[in-house]
């Protein structure tokens, strides 16, 4: 049973420019989040897909923006890179009752030069 | 809105000691879950322990316990037995529970415990 899985696993961009990762969830989940987790941080939550919809969004600008697709995976998009933005991507998914727990997959690491 | 604070942001152990990391948050929720997680240099974020606030019962995973105190608002997680394996960052991440107990809802972390263990 294939766990949460993410691609690329590392990228290098420049400002200014636009990044797309992916997230395939783990089998049987459909719900899909994804957090950026900084350097020595905590992570922070972007946005929930659920049911191909964004369900709920934490604190970002609207330069981050997402898709679900009916297969349940998903995509990341970040137009316009900042420097800020380089941090480890994480996506996790989840199926049901959410106390189950979120699994996380192994992370994007994004630097933007 | 809700925080999650880690008040250590390192702790040590010796192998085969017991060690205790701290958590407190801040809710206005009276339904909620809380957990555990462990994120080693691999990156991979790992669900150690799960806690649901309507139940008075303390979690236990094997090695891995919980201490929740709700009225305190304070989850603590106790390791026993440390193992190297143990070395890691340990999060402490709050849920709100939705209505209908639905998967959506976003997870609030704490700052993060750096967990090292002596042989």
């Known amino acids: 049973d294939a766990g949460v899985t993410q691609s690329p696993t590392h990228l290098i961009k420049t400002r200014g420019q636009q990044v797309t990762l992916r997230c395939s969830p783990k089998s049987g989940h459909d719900t899909v989040s994804w957090y950026q987790q900084a350097l020595g941080q905590g992570p922070q939550f972007i946005f929930q897909y659920y049911e191909e919809e964004e369900r709920q969004r934490g604190n970002f600008p609207d330069r981050f923006s997402g898709h679900q697709f009916p297969n349940y995976s998903s995509e990341l998009n970040v137009n316009a890179l900042l420097l800020g933005d380089s941090a480890l991507y994480l996506c996790?998914?989840?199926?049901?009752?959410?106390?189950?727990?979120?699994?996380f997959g192994p992370g994007t690491r994004l630097t933007v030069l | 809105a809700q925080t999650v604070t880690q008040s250590q942001p390192e702790m040590s152990v010796q192998e085969a000691e017991t060690v205790t990391l701290s958590c407190t948050y801040d809710t206005s929720e009276s339904d909620y879950y809380l957990f555990w997680y462990k994120q080693p240099p691999s990156r991979q974020m790992i669900l150690v322990i799960r806690q649901e606030a309507y139940k008075q019962q303390n979690a236990t995973e094997n090695r891995f316990s919980v201490n929740f105190q709700k009225a305190a608002k304070s989850f603590s997680l106790k390791i026993s037995d440390s193992q190297l394996g143990d070395a890691a960052m340990y999060f402490c991440?709050?849920?709100?529970?939705?209505?209908?107990?639905?998967?959506?809802?976003?997870?609030?972390f704490g700052q993060g415990t750096i967990l090292t263990v002596h042989p």
């Open positions: 991440a709050y849920r709100r529970r939705n209505a209908g107990g639905t998967s959506y809802g976003k997870l609030t």
């Open positions: 996790a998914s989840s199926f049901g009752v959410i106390r189950l727990g979120q699994f």
